[in-house]
């Protein structure tokens, strides 16, 4: 179908226009899969973060950023984000 469209495109033609909205559609679903492999190790990570949070114990959160950062491949500050808020006895998501 993409081989059609560019074949159309070259010679100067124009698709019809419920073609155009499958090609949006088929490119819109191309993209939430691209982002969502692109944020699969994130993800995880944070996970992992949240989940070393609750189970261990640490002096101060500073401490804790510094640690799991480390733990996780991130910088404190990304991990002070994911932690802010979520109180030390509830359970990771």
Known sequence: MEQLIEEAWKAGLTPEPVAADEVRKAQSQAV???????????????????????SNTYRTKEEAYRII??????????????????????PPK
């Open 32 to 54: 939430r899969r691209a982002a969502d492999a692109r944020h699969a190790s994130n993800r995880a990570a944070r996970q992992k973060a949240l989940e070393l949070f609750a």
């Open 69 to 90: 950062g480390a733990q996780v491949c991130r910088a404190p500050g990304t991990i002070k984000n994911w932690i802010a808020g979520i109180p030390k006895d509830s």
